[in-house]
């Protein structure tokens, strides 16, 4: 299970978001460049959809079988799995005191929240779009 690519892509990702976001906080990226946090949402998303596209359809946890599973099904789990990470985390945000509830914020929140679900579309559409039937086969070897 720990050894599927998939699962691999997305423990990869996720030290690449930690050590950006790391390097982020020391060398004032979020307040020296603005687009940086979009960058980061877009990732968080990735890294979201890819983790929910494992857990459903790879992990063995839920039992979905991909080879089964219609592409509206891959999308949606993506792609719902995005938006209630990606509100959660702006309601933490609030919570913890991060964020400086200014004018801006509602359209800073609403651009967040439009990263995260491009990130997790993005990689619905890659799963749709590269992987067959077939594809899908060799993943079952890592079960």
């Known amino acids: 299970m ?9 423990f990869i990702l996720l030290i690449v978001i930690g050590l ?8 004032y990226l979020y307040w020296l460049w603005l687009w940086f946090d979009i960058l980061m949402h877009f990732l968080g998303g990735l890294y979201i ?3 929910a596209i494992w857990f459903f359809f790879f992990s063995g946890f839920i039992g979905w079988n991909i080879k089964t599973a219609s592409k509206a099904r891959v999308f949606y789990i993506s792609l719902i799995s995005a938006i209630m ?8 945000e609030i919570y913890a005191g991060v964020v400086i509830i200014d004018k801006n914020y509602p359209l800073d929140t609403i651009i967040d929240i439009i990263m995260d679900i491009l990130g997790a579309s993005g990689v619905a ?8 039937n077939k594809d899908f086969v060799a993943f079952d070897k890592y079960e």
């Not at 990470?85 to 933490?92: A, P, R, S």
């Not at 559409?125 to 067959?132: A, D, G, R």
């Open 2 to 10: 720990l050894k599927q690519p998939f699962f691999i892509l997305g």
């Open 20 to 27: 950006l976001h790391h390097a982020a906080i020391y060398l």
């Open 49 to 51: 959809g890819i983790m």
């Open 85 to 92: 990470v990606g509100l959660l985390w702006e309601i933490f």
């Open 125 to 132: 559409m890659y799963v749709l779009l590269k992987f067959s």
